[in-house]
């Protein structure tokens, strides 16, 4: 036979709204910025919007769709997001799916004693060096909020803790513009200037409005420094059902749609096709403990309909997966995490952030990071699909078989079992004794391990020394700056 | 077969310095699946004058023995160990016409089988080559093995060992009347007799009367090995 055009695989894609299903939240959320309204508490985004058509009326800013349409349209598509070494590593378009961790949790699990206890400065750097050995972790978050800096000055030692400990691209949070302008002098240090730093940025800042409706003033300062800068930005809201945003699934999509499309509008109109990042988080208020629920059903389903938008949109899109309400490393999390990393994928959400989260969102823990891993590199192998050609087939190895009598030695098996089966590294399948003899290791213990052998050998690349001097500056001015006001 | 850099260094031959040395690189590309190159290094092991017994123990058999232990040590995955025993065919097809009759050195000769009706076969198979990797002679009597048969072959073969496998829990009793058969024929004190599959147990192997239980073939060459007192 003479050589034929391969059968295409397919990649198998979930699609959890219909077009007419986007349509209608689309006119919903539309309904609710011009009939409804925002309040705006940042003066900058008020005159942003006015002067683009926007009227204020009943103390509301009321945003028509034309706006809308205009900064959906001036948008970029695509994000590439680069490592600190100036490598493309990420980027953020349609059909690729990055993952990482989350940011800011106040407890973290001691990977050492296994206690849970405050979070240290210190913690976030290990934990990004974690990450940056982990091969299906694609970016980095603070993970920790540190409990031994000044409170005022958290978000900067997160930030300088994650760029210490990881090359990786990393999604960073900070409390004002202040911090912002700090950040930003490290980073165009790290890059090599400013226009570096533009060209290849290896950050996306992450800040969020108030759901619902609510447009506090730092946070929209925050977005609006991005963009004045270039920074790729998300600014998703978190309409919870039955917390910030309505009970039912719909009503949180319709709000939350509304709402993240405000914060592209005022990107866009700072400066057309700043890099945004759209999405929103749509986890469930518990109706028992009124915890955020990490781990329910509705934040998968929510992200699933939410890509859809983005694809509407044709817009790079926010997602989160990995996390659990499990206080520990145990079946309930890996239930959580496997279930929402799974949908992740198959939605084809871009940038998945909050591995590695447990106890909702309260305490990290480097086990489940390793674990998550391990389920990332599994759900990739689903993803791969089924490949049908001739050397899958197998026609000559079936002629060959005797009946009853296996594969297991044929040539067709020693020559592919390499690539045809997927193999775990940290999922056991040993045999019933030898488990036993290797001292009956449960997933966490296997997990601890691997962490702590991580910690010790991975090797991640200093800082330019540029960038080390404008950290010790920028921490000078912080240290004088707090002498002077006590 | 993907032939690394080592063994094309190999092949124009700038390594081959002494006799040892010779061995030793047939043994660690034995290890390595490296079958053409295994080929290529027992001719040239020839060519130097070697006595083909001695090819065969101090290379071939000496570099099945190491993917043995690391296979039981879990260091190695099945197929890794299979191209491995590929390649030690190819050296054996070549030694085989040279070795005196009598000088195949063998760790025993093994009778094997899985029970009356019970037609798994790939369990069997399995054990089989890795007792062939570590030199032991086997005769395969296939799968639903009657007691007759096997009790049949003892008297041909006279076999030091016989290993009987079962998968299924409603064939594992075509083991005692297996066990019982060549009792009745006097032959049990003949041979050791071990048994494997997935639904035994170690307390089902003493049940029975049989002499050692398996739990996989990595375990099952080390069994065989002490029960032939080596």
Same mark, same amino acid.
């Given at each position: 036979? !003479?050589? +034929?055009?391969?059968?295409?695989?397919l /990649?198998?894609?979930?699609?959890?709204?219909?077009?007419?299903q986007?349509?209608?939240?689309? /006119?919903?959320?539309?309904?609710?910025?011009?009939?409804?309204?925002?309040?705006?508490?940042?003066?900058?985004?008020?005159?942003?919007?006015?002067?683009?058509?926007?009227?204020?009326?009943?103390?509301?800013?009321?945003? %028509?769709? /034309?706006?809308?349409?205009?900064?959906?349209?001036?948008?970029?598509?695509?994000?590439?997001?680069?490592?600190?070494l100036?490598?493309?590593?990420?980027?953020?378009?349609?059909?690729?799916?990055?993952?990482?961790?989350?940011?800011?949790?106040?407890?973290t699990?001691?990977? $050492?004693?296994?206690?849970?206890?405050?979070?240290?400065?210190?913690?976030?750097?290990?934990?990004?060096?974690?990450?940056?050995?982990?091969?299906q972790?694609?970016?980095?978050?603070?993970?920790?909020?540190?409990?031994?800096?000044?409170p005022?000055? /958290?978000?900067?030692h997160?930030?300088?803790?994650?760029?210490r400990?990881?090359?990786?691209?990393?999604?960073?949070?900070?409390?004002?513009?202040?911090?912002?302008?700090?950040?930003? #002098?490290?980073?165009?240090?790290?890059?090599?200037?400013?226009d570096?730093?533009?060209?290849?940025?290896?950050?996306?800042?992450?800040?969020?409005?108030?759901?619902?409706?609510?447009?506090?003033? $730092?946070?929209?300062?925050?977005?609006?420094?991005?963009?004045?800068?270039?920074?790729?930005? !998300?600014? %998703?809201?978190?309409?919870?059902?039955?917390?910030?945003?309505p009970?039912?699934?719909?009503?949180?999509?319709?709000?939350?749609?509304?709402?993240?499309?405000?914060?592209?509008?005022?990107?866009?109109?700072?400066?057309?096709?700043?890099?945004?990042?759209?999405?929103?988080?749509?986890?469930?208020?518990?109706?028992k403990?009124?915890?955020?629920?990490?781990g329910?059903?509705?934040? %998968?389903?929510?992200?699933?309909?939410?890509?859809?938008?983005?694809?509407y949109?044709?817009?790079?899109?926010?997602? !989160?997966a990995g996390?659990?309400?499990?206080?520990?490393?145990?079946?309930q999390?890996?239930? &959580?995490?496997?279930?929402s990393?799974?949908?992740?994928f198959?939605?084809?959400?871009n940038?998945?952030?909050d591995?590695?989260?447990?106890e909702?969102?309260?305490?990290?823990?480097?086990?489940?990071?390793?674990?998550?891993d391990?389920?990332i #590199?599994?759900?990739?192998?689903?993803?791969?699909?089924?490949?049908i050609? &001739?050397?899958?087939?197998?026609?000559?190895?079936?002629?060959?078989?005797?009946?009853?009598?296996?594969?297991?030695?044929?040539?067709?098996?020693?020559?592919?079992?390499?690539?045809? +089966?997927?193999?775990?590294?940290?999922?056991?399948?040993?045999?019933?004794?030898?488990?036993?003899?290797?001292?009956?290791?449960d997933?966490?213990?296997?997990?601890?391990?691997?962490?702590? +052998?991580?910690?010790?050998?991975? +090797?991640? %690349?200093?800082?330019?020394?540029?960038?080390?001097?404008?950290?010790?500056?920028?921490?000078k001015?912080?240290?004088?700056?707090?002498?002077?006001?006590? | 077969?993907?032939?690394?850099?080592?063994?094309?260094?190999?092949?124009?031959?700038?390594?081959?310095d002494?006799?040892?040395?010779?061995?030793?690189?047939?043994?660690?590309?034995?290890?390595?699946g490296?079958d053409d190159?295994?080929?290529?290094? *027992?001719?040239?092991?020839?060519?130097?004058?070697?006595?083909?017994?001695?090819?065969?123990?101090g =290379?071939?058999?000496? =570099?099945?023995?190491?993917?043995?232990?690391?296979?039981?040590?879990?260091?190695?995955?099945?197929p890794?160990?299979?191209?491995?025993?590929?390649?030690?065919?190819?050296?054996?097809?070549?030694?085989?016409?040279?070795?005196?009759?009598?000088? *195949?050195?063998?760790?025993?000769?093994?009778?094997?089988g899985?029970?009356?009706?019970?037609?798994?076969?790939?369990?069997?198979?399995?054990?089989?080559?890795m007792?062939?990797?570590?030199g032991?002679?086997?005769?395969?009597? =296939?799968?639903?093995?009657?007691?007759d048969?096997?009790?049949?072959?003892?008297?041909?073969h006279?076999?030091?060992?016989?290993?009987?496998?079962?998968?299924?829990?409603t064939?594992?009793?075509?083991?005692?009347?297996t066990?019982?058969?060549?009792?009745?024929? =006097?032959?049990?004190d003949t041979?050791?007799?071990?048994?494997?599959?997935?639904?035994?147990?170690?307390?089902?192997?003493?049940?029975?009367?049989?002499?050692a239980?398996?739990?996989?073939?990595?375990?099952?060459?080390?069994?065989?090995?002490?029960?032939?007192?080596?």
């Amino acid at each position: 036979m !003479t050589e +034929q055009i391969p059968i295409e695989t397919l /990649h198998p894609t979930i699609r959890m709204l219909s077009d007419e299903q986007i349509e209608a939240i689309h /006119h919903a959320s539309l309904d609710i910025l011009s009939g409804t309204g925002i309040v705006m508490k940042n003066e900058v985004g008020r005159e942003l919007l006015v002067d683009a058509g926007a009227w204020e009326s009943e103390g509301r800013i009321k945003i %028509p769709p /034309h706006l809308v349409m205009d900064a959906i349209a001036s948008a970029s598509p695509r994000i590439p997001m680069f490592n600190r070494l100036g490598e493309l590593t990420m980027p953020l378009e349609a059909g690729k799916v990055f993952f990482g961790p989350g940011s800011d949790c106040p407890f973290t699990i001691d990977v $050492e004693t296994g206690q849970r206890r405050k979070a240290t400065a210190e913690d976030v750097r290990r934990i990004a060096h974690l990450c940056d050995s982990l091969a299906q972790i694609d970016f980095v978050m603070s993970m920790g909020s540190p409990s031994d800096v000044p409170p005022l000055d /958290h978000y900067l030692h997160s930030f300088i803790s994650m760029i210490r400990g990881s090359v990786k691209p990393n999604v960073y949070t900070a409390n004002n513009r202040e911090d912002m302008e700090d950040i930003y #002098r490290i980073a165009c240090a790290v890059a090599g200037g400013e226009d570096e730093l533009r060209e290849k940025p290896f950050m996306l800042h992450y800040a969020e409005p108030i759901s619902p409706l609510l447009y506090n003033d $730092e946070s929209v300062d925050k977005l609006l420094f991005c963009a004045e800068k270039g920074i790729p930005v !998300t600014y %998703p809201p978190s309409p919870n059902t039955g917390g910030g945003g309505p009970i039912t699934l719909a009503g949180a999509l319709a709000l939350g749609n509304a709402e993240s499309l405000v914060g592209l509008a005022l990107t866009q109109l700072v400066r057309p096709g700043t890099p945004f990042l759209y999405g929103m988080n749509t986890a469930a208020l518990d109706m028992k403990s009124a915890i955020v629920s990490y781990g329910s059903p509705e934040w %998968p389903l929510g992200m699933a309909a939410c890509a859809d938008l983005a694809r509407y949109y044709d817009l790079p899109v926010w997602g !989160t997966a990995g996390a659990a309400d499990s206080k520990v490393v145990d079946a309930q999390a890996g239930i &959580e995490a496997a279930i929402s990393m799974m949908s992740a994928f198959l939605t084809r959400c871009n940038l998945v952030h909050d591995v590695g989260y447990i106890e909702y969102g309260t305490t990290s823990s480097m086990e489940m990071l390793v674990v998550a891993d391990e389920i990332i #590199r599994e759900v990739r192998y689903i993803m791969g699909g089924v490949e049908i050609s &001739e050397r899958t087939l197998a026609r000559e190895a079936i002629h060959r078989a005797k009946p009853g009598g296996g594969f297991l030695a044929d040539d067709h098996t020693l020559d592919n079992w390499k690539w045809a +089966q997927w193999r775990p590294e940290l999922i056991d399948r040993m045999r019933y004794d030898r488990w036993v003899e290797k001292g009956r290791k449960d997933m966490a213990t296997r997990a601890n391990e691997r962490a702590r +052998q991580i910690l010790a050998e991975h +090797q991640v %690349p200093p800082l330019p020394e540029a960038a080390e001097e404008v950290i010790a500056e920028v921490l000078k001015e912080r240290e004088d700056s707090a002498k002077r006001t006590t | 077969m993907v032939i690394g850099l080592p063994s094309d260094h190999l092949r124009k031959g700038r390594t081959m310095d002494t006799k040892a040395h010779v061995l030793e690189q047939i043994a660690s590309n034995l290890y390595k699946g490296e079958d053409d190159v295994v080929a290529t290094l *027992v001719h040239q092991a020839l060519d130097q004058g070697m006595a083909p017994a001695k090819i065969l123990n101090g =290379g071939l058999i000496a =570099g099945m023995d190491e993917v043995g232990k690391d296979f039981k040590a879990g260091d190695l995955f099945v197929p890794e160990v299979l191209i491995a025993a590929r390649a030690m065919h190819a050296g054996m097809d070549i030694l085989r016409p040279l070795l005196a009759e009598g000088e *195949v050195p063998s760790a025993g000769k093994y009778l094997i089988g899985t029970v009356q009706g019970d037609l798994h076969d790939i369990g069997k198979n399995l054990v089989k080559m890795m007792l062939e990797g570590a030199g032991f002679e086997t005769i395969d009597l =296939g799968t639903d093995v009657k007691p007759d048969a096997f009790v049949a072959a003892v008297r041909e073969h006279q076999p030091q060992l016989i290993g009987m496998s079962a998968l299924l829990t409603t064939t594992m009793t075509g083991m005692k009347a297996t066990i019982e058969g060549l009792e009745e024929a =006097g032959l049990r004190d003949t041979v050791k007799i071990m048994v494997g599959g997935a639904p035994l147990t170690a307390a089902f192997a003493e049940q029975i009367g049989a002499d050692a239980y398996a739990p996989d073939a990595a375990t099952a060459v080390d069994v065989a090995r002490n029960l032939m007192g080596v």
